[in-house]
């Protein structure tokens, strides 16, 4: 019997220890679901409304799986941290080559930089690969919230996951009402890039701070880019300041995602010419 009580004794303080990291996971979680959401909106944006419709709910079932799939190789992406930085370049690239893209240049660059007129399974594997990127950035930071007892990590990542859904509900409205919102998606991902890349490069800086301090610090600069991307579409005399500023970093991302876009296309070159003779055989 006294066995039993101290299990049970034991059992809740593990869960009272617990209910702090799982509530913090549930809430931060839910707030930095905000660009994984948006940016799926966008990324289907322009395909017609019933394959938007079909892409963006691959897109959210991709996020939970591949969410689970990095809580599950949680350990072996921390010890191999090439995972981390080819998923913060690609992250990365998907903003330069929105940005290079809206520009005259795309049919210039074309494949390399190409993210607004793919085909629908062009778009899905996009979509796919940065829900992939995300969830490795996510999960890692988790984990450094409880690394010694994983389950309050798998509880609080499981439930926040369900808030990316109920947001991205709303992101085409977002979208829709305020067009601005798009570039706001991409320049996010783009963020959550350099962020993974920062902290891959200054690892000893970042580990001053806790992840629940990394984790606000990280959701601040979202609200912060958001509302200046907001100011920018409403204010003139912004627009005409920030110009010649924009102009000039245009020319560094203008390079990158030329460059990474066109390594991009050399790896999926061969897998897209197996699929077309794929095609061709089954016709």
């Known amino acids: ?21 799982i509530l913090s996971l549930i809430v931060i979680e839910g707030l930095l679901s905000v660009d ?31 969410r689970v799939l990095a809580l599950l190789v949680a350990s072996w992406i921390i010890a ?23 520009s005259d ?13 793919r085909t629908f399974g062009a778009t899905i594997l996009m979509i796919s690969l940065m829900d992939l990127s995300l ?17 309050p990590v798998y509880v609080g990542v499981s439930i926040g996951i369900v808030a990316l859904r109920l947001i991205a509900g709303v992101a085409v409205k977002w979208i829709e009402k305020y067009p601005v919102l798009e570039h706001t998606a991409f320049i996010l991902v783009g963020y959550v890039g350099m962020l993974l890349l920062a902290e891959l490069q200054f690892e000893e800086f970042f580990h001053q701070y806790s992840p ?26 912004l ?16 390079l990158f995602a030329v460059l990474v876009g066109s390594l991009i296309v050399l790896i999926t070159t061969p ?13």
Request: overall charge positive.
């Open 212 to 237: 629940t301090q990394l984790k606000i610090a990280k959701f601040a600069g979202i609200l912060v880019l958001t509302a200046l991307t907001l100011a920018w579409s409403k204010l003139e005399w």
């Open 1 to 21: 019997m006294t066995a039993d009580l101290l299990a049970a004794a034991d059992l809740w303080q593990n869960i009272k220890d617990a209910l702090p990291v």
């Open 105 to 117: 240049q795309e049919e210039d660059e074309g494949e390399a930089v190409n993210v607004h007129h």
């Open 36 to 66: 994984n959401a948006l940016a799926i909106a966008a990324m289907a944006k322009h395909l017609d409304d019933k394959k938007r419709a079909l892409a963006m709910n691959i897109g959210y079932i991709g996020a939970y799986g591949f």
């Open 135 to 151: 969830s490795v950035d996510n999960v890692v930071a988790a984990i450094a919230l409880s690394p010694k007892d994983l389950w």
């Open 239 to 254: 627009q005409k300041v920030s110009k010649p500023v924009l102009q000039l970093v245009f020319i560094p991302m203008n």
């Open 80 to 102: 191999n941290h090439w995972v981390m930085f080819l998923g913060a370049l690609y992250l990365v690239w998907l903003m330069c080559a929105h940005f290079v893209g809206q």
């Open 271 to 283: 897998f897209k010419l197996l699929w077309s003779l794929r095609g061709r055989k089954a016709a």
